[in-house]
Structures are given as structure tokens and as C-alpha cells.
């Protein structure tokens, strides 16, 4: 059976559907992985213009919206670019775990002293 495409058009959006094989879907996986990993690389470089640096953050985007479609979620997170929302948002979630871990460290304390 031959892979079939289709088009559904709605309004200014144009949408492509793609029927693959389970096999065809992992080599996707990681060619979108193994080109991420190269932008992610390239970022990192000072060598290279602020402006192309925008472009490649916008390649990235799209090549990410494709990755989560194929990808497992529990690889998803870790090709998620880092923007200032997603860091202050990780910052509050790791400064709510730590005062959790605090309250129920002294709750303990406080138990044990009770017991003594």
C-alpha cells in the first residue's frame, strides 16, 4: 500500500495530512531531533549574527511544532526552547517545590520533637 496524502483547505489555512509507516515516523523523529540539536548548537555560538540567530529561533519553532506530533512526550520537554516565560514560569514551579520541601522538612522536625 502506497503512502497517501491529502489537502484540507479552510479558509487561509492549508493543512497536509500524511499517512506513514511506524518506522518512516522514527526516522523522522530523528532527523527532526538530530537538526534541532545542530540549531540548539549553532545558538550557542557567538560567532554568529543576532539576525540569522532570529531566523534559525524561527526554523527551530516550526521544526519543534513538528517534533512534538512524532515524538514522545516524555522527549518533548527537552528540545522545548528556552524563552523567558518558559524560564520564570520553571523558576516559580522549583521555588514552590523548595518551600513544599521546606514546610514538610519542618512539619517533620516539629513531629519528631513532639514524639521526644
Same mark, same amino acid.
Do not use: C, H
Given at each position: @500500500? $502506497?503512502?497517501?496524502? %491529502? *489537502?484540507?483547505?479552510?479558509?487561509?489555512?492549508? @493543512?497536509?495530512? /500524511?499517512?506513514? !509507516?511506524?518506522?518512516?515516523? !522514527? $526516522?523522522? $523523529?530523528?532527523?527532526?531531533k538530530r537538526e534541532m540539536d545542530e540549531i540548539l548548537l549553532d545558538l550557542t555560538d557567538s560567532r554568529i549574527d543576532s539576525t540569522v540567530k532570529r531566523a534559525m529561533k524561527e526554523r527551530y *519553532?516550526? +521544526? %519543534?511544532?513538528? %517534533?512534538?506530533?512524532?515524538?514522545?512526550?516524555?522527549?518533548?520537554?527537552?528540545? @522545548? +526552547? #528556552?524563552?523567558?516565560?518558559? #524560564?520564570?514560569?520553571?523558576?516559580?514551579?522549583?521555588?514552590?517545590?523548595?518551600? /513544599?520541601?521546606?514546610?514538610?522538612?519542618? +512539619?517533620?522536625?516539629?513531629?519528631?520533637?513532639?514524639?521526644?
Amino acid at each position: @500500500m $502506497e503512502n497517501t496524502t %491529502f *489537502t484540507l483547505i479552510k479558509g487561509d489555512i492549508n @493543512m497536509l495530512g /500524511l499517512l506513514i !509507516k511506524e518506522v518512516e515516523m !522514527k $526516522e523522522l $523523529e530523528y532527523l527532526l531531533k538530530r537538526e534541532m540539536d545542530e540549531i540548539l548548537l549553532d545558538l550557542t555560538d557567538s560567532r554568529i549574527d543576532s539576525t540569522v540567530k532570529r531566523a534559525m529561533k524561527e526554523r527551530y *519553532t516550526i +521544526l %519543534f511544532s513538528l %517534533f512534538k506530533r512524532v515524538a514522545p512526550k516524555n522527549e518533548i520537554m527537552s528540545y @522545548m +526552547l #528556552q524563552t523567558p516565560y518558559n #524560564q520564570n514560569k520553571r523558576r516559580k514551579s522549583r521555588k514552590i517545590v523548595l518551600t /513544599l520541601i521546606l514546610k514538610a522538612d519542618i +512539619l517533620v522536625n516539629v513531629a519528631d520533637a513532639a514524639t521526644n
